[in-house]
């Protein structure tokens, strides 16, 4: 079979997706529902029927775009991953999985190669926790990992629920409907940009991801108590950003002291009450998010936060109450799939690793329910999350290449 | 002369005046040139003209109600405050001293008394820095504390300057029209709750300012590098917020570190980009205010935060650029003005405390043009800047009364 990627028409495609942004370019923001969002489904969905494919949407907004094959009653192989980006990030995290996945099925479509079972392409709705709080919302409805009652009750910071947001963005029914039966796909695997320097760094082009790092996030709230900056004196203060600043030092440390690599753990939200320059805060909730490869480690973490957070309260005289977001366990890949990609790799003569994601992605839940794998492509420095993110047009193309070879084989 | 004050009139009107407010009640919100502060002045300039007075706007909205006196070419006794309140405050700041200073007037004319000197209530524009950053806007250009080019140029958070802003709001005019000529007021006196505990702890009703702390604020902006929370590692980071949060310590540690009691320091600020839970933050802007009595030992807080900041950004390879907002220096109050009001206190046989004011007033601006002092009034517990703020109608009558007397005496 004669693959070949169209990297020319990929670049342009991931430009152009670029463009359904909230932020100036380079950055780019996409937020789940948005009117950009909204305009970059519309867009994605006509390349879809350009290229042949069914498409069906589920009730949280999940899009299936199926090639189907020859044996259409056995189990699909599965590829994809997420178009929306947290605010003033870049174009390729997710994006890649999902213009790689269709270009890929497109080469194998202009190969000749004719699929036994269908192939589908998946774009998963709210990879990124920005609107509502938890990552992975359709991955996990798709899964059952989170169940249907559960999700519909998320508020988003305008304290809209997903309920209402979904209906308004065109997506009706139950969310009971979303899940999916184990076994409904043979085989996944996800295209994705590393987000981390080691590829880079090795000068390796691909990474054949064997285990995903068990994340968890959560909130903290801190009640203190507020008043004038001038006229509260020090000793009676008990001020929330100061226990605050505590806490999320404290979490710093707490990621630190495991002495291990992978442990990793960030407070990137502050929201402070009332956020005066002359008034003591009264309130103030932080969004943290911890990770390890080993959960037992990621748990001792949260752990040390927990009693931090005791301690500092108690000391300071305010309030803290946790709320755990998601506290998921770790994955490994499916042996089969990582053999696939592997042996798909050696048959080009590209080199690759064997490696973790520290970073999680929709394949942390989709191999709750099938055989999972993931194919990382470099980025420069690691950088993700920023509008700096850059992958070269030759990497995607070859992680692209290594992709439609491998969905080829897994659905023979 | 037989002065009575209508409390129950100036309770109503307070309430009212709280009603103008962009939070539920009991919570006000009232931002400097937001619709409900226009709304609210129309109502106060009714009020002014409903009791006599002439009301004169200038270039950036101060208001002057002026009660002419039988020699008007004599320099004016002054009294007034401010409107204007922080999100989430309470309803007595500030404007105890303009319904105050209306019920004083009017007390004065129901007395039948007739004033050599006039008698001007102002009602200063932005005494709170919510929306430009700086406090006192009004008394600062009224004095000439702050130079009108320097004072176009503030921005609002949206990026709008005041020039835009107050053009829209309907004050047109170079804001070099603004600054008045020193000797334009023989005295002024400002009714304000106190904001503080010590009157209520002491069970004393009156207190006489006789010096106003030193207040400096700044911000300060730290710049790292963001990427993605669960793919850079621990010791490859330049967090932005974690070295906030030393920053914002080190203040406290600062402060505490005087042993004076007058010394406080406060981060009510802190803006997080790009505020994501799974993103390691970029920047952080923090606002912050430092006060004292002392103008060295607050100079000196300051400079322990220099080297902190310097320090710090070193060890978390981030930069952290300090940029003073004021830094302005204390006032003692006019002894002559403090007399009378002592006296007038002893003739009515109410009990009262010499006092320095934390919280620092426009009367600290207006003291560089003309001699100036305030009086006190109790506030529960101390708060102020919250919903819970609260003055009892006797407290603020008592004030009023006082207010009342002493304007009789100085306007003779």
């Known amino acids: 079979m004669n693959l070949t990627i169209d990297t020319a ?108 079972r269908s192939i589908e392409l998946l774009m998963f709705t709210s990879e990124e926790p920005t609107r509502f709080g938890i990552g992975c919302l359709g991955s996990r409805l798709l899964s059952g990992s989170l169940t249907a009652s559960a999700a519909d009750c998320l508020k988003d910071s305008d304290g809209r629920t997903l309920d209402e947001v979904r209906a308004a963005a065109g997506f009706h029914g139950s969310l009971d409907s979303v899940r999916l039966d184990p076994g409904c796909y043979s085989a996944f695997v996800e295209l994705h940009i590393e987000q981390g320097p080691l590829l880079e760094r090795r000068n390796v082009p691909l990474g054949i991801v064997t285990a995903i790092a068990a994340p968890a996030s959560l909130w903290v709230t801190i009640e203190g108590e507020g008043g004038h900056a001038g006229a509260v004196l020090m000793p009676d203060r008990r001020d929330a950003f100061l226990a605050a600043a505590e806490i999320a030092l404290a979490l710093e440390a707490a990621a630190l002291s495991t002495g291990a690599i992978d442990s990793v753990a960030t407070t990137g939200l502050c929201e402070v009450f009332p956020g005066v320059i002359n008034g003591v805060p009264s309130r103030v909730r932080l969004g943290m998010d911890v990770r390890d490869i080993d959960p037992e480690r990621r748990d001792g973490m949260l752990g040390k936060l927990k009693l931090a957070c005791g301690d500092i309260s108690r000391r300071r005289r305010v309030t803290a109450r946790i709320e755990m977001i998601n506290q998921d366990a770790p994955t490994t890949c499916a042996p089969a799939i990582v053999d696939v990609l592997a042996a798909t790799c050696e048959k080009r003569g590209f080199a690759f690793d064997k490696m973790v994601s520290r970073a999680y992605h929709d394949s942390l839940f989709i191999s709750r329910i099938c055989p999972t794998s993931m194919l990382f492509i470099p980025c420069r420095s690691g950088f993700s999350h920023r509008p700096d993110e850059y992958s070269t047009p030759e990497a995607i193309s070859q992680g692209t290449l290594v992709l439609a070879d491998a969905l080829a084989q897994l659905a023979c």
């Open 9 to 116: 028409r990929l670049t342009r495609e991931l430009e152009t997706l670029a463009t359904f942004s909230d932020a100036p370019q380079p950055a780019v923001t996409r937020i789940v529902f948005s009117e950009q969002d909204l305009r970059a489904r519309v867009w994605l969905k006509q390349l879809y029927v350009e290229a042949g494919l069914d498409v069906r949407e589920d009730a949280v907004g999940n899009t299936f775009a199926r090639w189907r094959g020859t044996d259409p009653e056995l189990p699909a192989v599965g590829t994809g991953s997420h178009t929306d980006a947290i605010p003033h990030s870049g174009r390729y995290d997710g994006t890649v999985g999902v213009l790689g996945g269709l270009e890929a099925i497109r080469a194998l479509k202009r190969a000749g190669f004719q699929p036994r």
